[in-house]
Nanobody, 120 residues
Framework: QVQLVESGGGLVQAGGSLRLSCAASGSIFRINVMRWYRQAPGKQRELVAGVTSGGSTNYADSVKGRFTISRDNAENTVYLQMNNLKTEDTAVYYC??????????????WGQGTQVTVSS
């Protein structure tokens, strides 16, 4: 079993910055992909950014140039640096990971979510 624990959410004014962290622990052989998703009230969960074990990244168009995803493979941690935040970034942000076990089987895990609220 693997646990993902997010931190770093909070309340910030528009134009401000926040840094989210997600630490993975448990039965981990290798973390293949780590992603951040978000879900605003009344909306579907959407992909924000992802990073592979090799460091390749992808972003939603709405956050390109403002958000940066990074990971520390030694610490099994992924970060999301969010700059120039907008009110429309308000959502619960979820960490997601695809983890290989020693058996080479892959499993997907979600964190519990962290609230980000951007005020005008």
């Amino acid at each position: 079993q693997v646990q993902l624990v997010e931190s770093g959410g909070g309340l910030v004014q528009a134009g401000g910055s926040l840094r989210l962290s997600c630490a993975a622990s448990g039965s981990i052989f290798r973390i293949n992909v780590m992603r951040w998703y978000r879900q605003a009230p009344g909306k579907q969960r959407e992909l924000v950014a992802g990073v592979t074990s090799g460091g390749s990244t992808n972003y939603a168009d709405s956050v390109k140039g403002r958000f940066t995803i990074s990971r520390d493979n030694a610490e099994n941690t992924v970060y999301l640096q969010m700059n120039n935040l907008k009110t429309e970034d308000t959502a619960v942000y979820y960490c997601y990971a695809i983890v290989s076990a020693a058996t080479q089987l892959q499993y997907a895990y979600w964190g519990q979510g962290t609230q980000v609220t951007v005020s005008s």
